[in-house]
């Protein structure tokens, strides 16, 4: 049983060697397109609930160093990123803004972003009612540009 737990411990000292690349990119304000129409009511809900996994810019808590944490942080930040980023909004064409306007309507709506995995360790990212109807409202104005 003593062995057990030391070889245990001795597999979670040596994955700490495998680090992921952290999404620091651009240090200080994530930068977004004009063309978003991003209030600064409507920054302050995203810099607190969606850039983690959205922009080039992530906030990691101390728990982000420790694997296996880190790879699973890593990979939503890599899939979050691939989806919508919003600091990379002037790379999509036309299409990829209406479908993620279209998207971003949605999962609002639907209670499904920010990911409930997530939630769990930053309660403080759910989105309260208030908030919902900025950022949803905020949606609505850029579909009519
Ligand atoms: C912990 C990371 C994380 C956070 C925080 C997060 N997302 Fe996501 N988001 C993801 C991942 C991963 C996907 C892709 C898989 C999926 O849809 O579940 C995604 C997908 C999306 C999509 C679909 C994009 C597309 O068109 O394919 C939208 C829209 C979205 N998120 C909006 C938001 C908004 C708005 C917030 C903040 C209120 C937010 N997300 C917070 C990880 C995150």
């Known amino acids: 049983m003593k062995k057990k737990a ?7 000292v040596l994955i700490q060697l495998i680090r992921p690349e952290k999404n620091t990119a651009a240090i200080g304000p994530v930068i977004v397109a004009d063309e978003l129409l991003i209030t600064d009511e409507v920054a302050v809900i995203l810099e607190k609930s969606c850039y983690d ?6 906030n990691y808590l101390w728990y982000a160093e420790v694997a296996p944490v880190s790879w699973l942080i890593a990979h939503h930040v890599n899939d979050g ?4 980023n919003f600091s990379e909004w002037n790379t999509y064409n036309n299409f990829q803004k ?4 279209k998207d971003l309507y949605k999962e609002i709506k639907e209670d499904k972003m920010p ?7 930053h309660p403080e990212a759910l989105l309260s009612a208030t908030e919902k109807e900025v950022l949803l409202s905020w ?3 850029l579909n009519k540009n």
């Open 139 to 141: 949606v609505k104005s």
């Open 81 to 84: 990123k691939e989806h919508l």
């Open 53 to 58: 996994c959205h922009s080039n810019r992530s």
């Open 6 to 12: 030391l070889i245990l411990v001795g597999i979670l």
């Open 115 to 121: 990911l409930k995995t997530y939630t769990w360790m």
């Open 98 to 101: 209406e479908h993620i306007i």
